[in-house]
């Protein structure tokens, strides 16, 4: 039996009690946030729950074995440290931190300590997401040529980041998780196309990732779209695929289409040309992501599992986040990316 | 009455002379072509139409007004330049020309015969970019924040040209005659994700325009998408437009969707915050827009209206796509728009 | 402060629980189900409520002052009956009653009593239908000619009900709310298309519903279909509507388009032409339905309000539901609705 | 080489000379319309035509081996009964005759004579339609449970047939040949939702076919409705599909769903459950129907092939627009169907 504790009560918060309280060898003993009226709500929907204003509270709980910290990023790292040098494991959500020097240390110091340290990228333990993984392993789609996302829609503006960071942490993590390969240069636009001068935070920003062999990404995300968009394409040799989020029918087609190359010798007229066949709409679990997120983490706590989305999952994550912002601070600049690792 | 003659009959050459052949005041003299089956086919059509293997026949015929260029872009120029020397009017395919360099020269060169030069800037003739400009230059999108278009598709690869210098220049042209500001840097990212020695050409690109006024465009331009895409979001400071091409009952939809900002007094927690209203879908003319285009042009060469896209819209598109072009050989570098006019 | 009593809690009768859990100037007191299993679910949501095997202990206690039922239909009349004897108010989901005859009982029972009896119509709570009765009673839609409803999906194969009993409720209430015409005659076609010998019910309807005045309503409901469409079309003199529930951003689409007539003198060709207009898709309140109606029924409770599905909007339902099962029953034959009220 | 003459060049016969014109073995010679600009409009595309307003002068033409009979439905009969009489093979457009009457005339003086009598049932040539046919003789669907069609659109009120006689054709003509089982009844309901005393025909049908084994068939044709919908949900044992004929993508999906009967012994609950699976999207040959099916046409007339839709298909069709029309014109009364076949 696990015993968690969760800071911040906000927006996610309550999803992450809501699916650890029903996972198996787990019980929510304590939550904490500094408004009153969050703490209230909970205790409203999960009577027998603790609640408290003091973070440090829960993560000096003897009775306590893992901290979820789910506030805003700026305080991750000095919760997630406060958890880990209290010997509690630690899921905390994406982004993982501020910089990835944070990221490096908390790595460090969980791997020091022997505890568990996971990042709650939620889309990893998603049906389509899960089942697009399967397809590449089993080399359905061939090599991957390019990953193409758009996720956009009409949505709040955060007063404490841009939509960069709030959106395409998703991106970047689902990419790294389904190309599996080393970026090696990050160039990003961003716009903050409303007039505010009270409101500095991008809107509105495009990232392009280029891989060694010449796979391209790209994202576009979005607060300013009329309509809501969830649909990545990602085209590989032998497929392609259209993952929409929003279809409720069809979340994942994958197309028998692509473009053969033909020698030179062959014929003179067209090198490249494309054939297209069927489409498969392959069955996707629809079990909720957070509930198989929760689950893991209380496997990998138990020492059942390694984390799937582990510190350096989230340290890739940052990685692309630092580089593409510092990209947008510079007009679009091409920076490339020395990864740690290889440093 | 205007006399005709049609120089390319490749895959849109027939498409103009099918036009020009139900335009009043019209009439299509001669068609050229290299390839005796392009003419044979053509004379199957319209038995009464010359049909020669030299474009010069055509220039040099004293009988024809107007010359019509529909061949790839390596020749426009030439071509273009031979038929104003002639005294003929021009109407040329998109791009224009490969360089802004034979771009100007042709705009000078027609100015000094005072003969029309236009563009087959296509869309721009079409229902629903003539609507969205009404509603724009009526001031029902208020200003404009964004322009986003992704055209994707599983394309033919060309021979002459990447897929930049394909599709890009109907977003150039649209993005051109609906914001109507100085572009001020273009920075574009391409790739050739298909591992082929013989085939030099981008097959993706990315591309983003700034304006002077923090607006940003995006481009989005790909033959290797397995699902074809002809969406452009623009997002105005009242409304918002979704313009799906190829949505055959609501091309376009008029989002009542914005953001609002509130001055920092009103309030402490979100500065800008969005509403959403009624959506729109106006009724949009199905003429085809090669059909008013061609009237365009006839009335142009008749004296009775100025070119809606003449040299100077070419040029602009051409600028676009050699920045562009520029950027992306570059790996993504940011290319600033020294304008000719301001020079 | 009405106190609340609930008998069952199946799959509905959870939703219903929650719902008057947040309705102000209510208490659900508490629930009844004879599966131990379903009590406790209740329970260990809502810790506070009282939960017992015996319907007759909630509808016996004086604490209560309402009692919803939410059973299979076979019970509603025997335990809205109860209930009203006991001097409860009763809401009573659809359909109210497996007879007119037990609806007119219940509803002479009530009056007798001054007690409220509602039906739980949910969809007449709906933001997009109560849209649409607005746009009719603002004349938006002119005079309504017909009323289409696809109501299919691949569902549960009830033991009780079959799927005309189970889906059509939905439309008939729906159809009796928008339309507001006395039906004088419906007909049904349905089928068992599986072989089955033991399952006796059928799995796809059809039903016509015809109207003094000429309209026809149609509905087909389905648990056989691959696909999930909840679709219905409107057709009126001036307007008509399309209206899919599934469409999260346009649940209500306005067509401009219509039929216009001509005198014959006008002309000799068509005497009917069609003529099309612009697409207008309003806003849409999305307050969950049993939301607004659960305030609606405490609201009636406490005297405030009259009950917008009454007791005889719940007649309606079943006065339709036994010609088109008896139609069904006769191979289709048209039955003839002599309505009780013009007896 | 098969010489062809087209009576009718309303809004349908250009298409069928446009096709089989680009016919192998084939030439159109002559045309006949009583309206000199329709002669005309297709002299205008086809200089070498013979026009003449005479379709006698057609049939009587020694040179002509075909006649296509395009006109409307009134003259059908006494059309190919002339040109079969004359010796000619004969192709009539859609429905074959205004009666079973007619139709069996024709026939028998067609097997009389020795030549082809087809009727232009176009969709039976189309690649979806094909296709759905390929996949039940391979019994991918298992056994056919129901056939479901809707039609409908904002059309033309046609002033010599209701839109039983215009569009239903084509449904039963597709379900005839998909399903291959006898009809044994047929009921109809009709609506003219519009007030126009002078026009009296329906707008608006819905027809239900039953046959022997309990499958059903169901229609919905319409000319009032205001988005165009052509799609046909067909139910099989093993799996179900969905034919949108307007998806440019996927006009046919074939869904791994279906019902599971248990024995009622093995469980209590659920006699019948569903099961979900992949979804499928063959891919469909894109070839005009029309193509197919005069190419179809000159090979039965060359003797090379039996027409696939010959005059038994269209009596079929016929003898279900005439039931139907029965069952309309008695307030949806259910006709059965004695066959002359078994009579």
């Not at 240390?105 to 791997?111: C, G, K, V, Y």
Request: net charge negative.
């Amino acid at each position: 039996m696990i015993k968690v504790g969760v800071i911040g009560c906000g927006y996610w918060g309550p999803n992450l009690v809501r699916n650890f309280y029903k996972t198996p060898n787990c019980e929510v003993v304590g939550v904490s946030d500094l408004r009153p009226e969050r703490l209230q709500y909970i205790q409203s929907l999960y009577p027998k729950v603790q609640a408290t204003p003091d973070a440090l509270e829960l993560i000096r709980n003897p009775q306590i074995d893992a901290i979820v910290v789910v506030t805003p990023v700026a305080t991750h790292y000095e919760l997630a440290r406060a958890a880990l040098l209290e010997g509690k494991h630690v899921l905390v959500t994406k982004p993982m931190t501020r910089t990835t020097a944070e990221a490096r240390q908390l790595i460090e110091l969980a791997e020091q300590k022997g505890l568990v340290l996971m990042v709650d990228h939620t889309f990893i333990y998603s049906g389509p997401v899960r089942k697009i993984k399967e397809l590449i392993d089993q080399g359905e789609l061939g090599q991957i040529y390019y990953y193409d996302s758009v996720r956009v829609n009409l949505g709040l503006f955060q007063n404490d980041v841009n939509v960069l960071w709030d959106l395409a942490p998703h991106d970047f993590s689902i990419l790294a998780y389904l190309v599996g390969k080393e970026p090696i240069s990050v160039s990003a636009i961003g716009a903050r196309p409303v007039n505010c001068k009270h409101y500095e935070h991008e809107s509105v920003a495009y990232v392009s990732v280029r891989f060694d062999d010449g796979t391209l990404a790209h994202v576009h995300v979005s607060w300013l779209s009329p309509v809501k968009i969830r649909r990545t394409l990602i085209g590989g040799s032998r497929k392609m695929v259209v993952y929409d989020h929003l279809d409720p029918d069809n979340q994942i087609k994958v197309y028998d289409k692509g473009v053969e190359i033909r020698s030179i010798e062959e014929q003179y007229q067209a090198l490249v040309q494309y054939r297209t066949g069927d489409m498969w709409a392959p069955k996707v679990d629809q079990t909720e992501a957070l509930e198989v997120e929760c689950r893991h983490f209380i496997d990998c706590c138990l020492g059942k599992a390694k984390p799937l989305t582990d510190g350096y999952a989230g340290l890739q994550v940052v990685e692309l986040l630092e580089a593409a912002q510092r990209s947008m601070d510079r007009g679009g600049e091409v920076i490339s990316l020395v990864r740690a690792a290889s440093a």
